[in-house]
């Protein structure tokens, strides 16, 4: 059960959005034949008829925030760079969003490895366009120009161990869209991704903090005097 002092999530049934030439980019990068591309037009026809994205997300008050820590509706979080973002704010949209278990019922031979690549390819493709999507709705629904994220695990300095109290934000709400935590932080489905949209006035982009070279969602590249601003130190 939700915790019912928590009454503010709102639940949205995300659009399966699946752009077959981005699958297909995606996985011209590794093997282009025409194998490759009926398997791509096979599968994304079965994650569209399977899949059901959907996320939570709710409002929530940042009570405080400065030197490498935030407060938001009494919840604890450590960070320098999000208490950076967060200081002077007063709102901020705490999310939870998820291609959802169903997709996975797919039955994907384990064997089959470059199968389940292009099957993860796809999903990974329908998580970002869901994503999108949550944007979007934010910002119309509470008329924000511009919204960043920051996601727990993405940078060293907001640890895969913050997703804790991201989820304490929702009193177990999330399980209202079947999604679970381990204890070391991952969530299940794989394909989901938590965080906390905040407004954008100032151009922010985690990627910029980041040094993962290879990441294929890179929007930014690595500033290491964003970092200084940020961190204090190149990382
Ligand atoms: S480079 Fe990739 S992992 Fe790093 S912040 Fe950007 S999207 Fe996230």
Known sequence: MADSSVNNVQQLDLPLRIDLPA?????????????????????????????????????????????GTVEIDGIRFSSRALSKNLAGRDTVFPYIATVGHEVDKID????????????????????????????????????????????????????????????ALFGGAERQIGVTLTKGGAMHPTKSRSGIFFPNDTGFVTCRLCTQQRCPGRSAAYDPEVVRGYLGTPV
């Open 108 to 167: 994907i031979p384990r064997r089959d490895m470059w199968r389940q690549y292009c099957f993860d390819v796809i999903k990974t493709v329908v998580l970002v366009t869901s994503l999108d999507f949550l944007t979007e709705h934010l910002k119309e629904k509470y008329a924000i120009e511009s919204v960043a994220t920051m996601n727990p695990g993405e940078i060293a300095d907001f640890p895969i161990e913050q997703q804790r109290p991201l989820f």
């Open 23 to 67: 699958v297909k980019k995606l996985l011209r990068a590794h093997r282009a034949n025409a194998r490759t591309e009926a398997l791509a037009a096979e599968l994304t026809e079965a994650v569209r008829a399977a899949a059901r994205p959907k996320a939570i997300y709710r409002q929530a008050h940042v009570d405080c925030a400065g030197n």
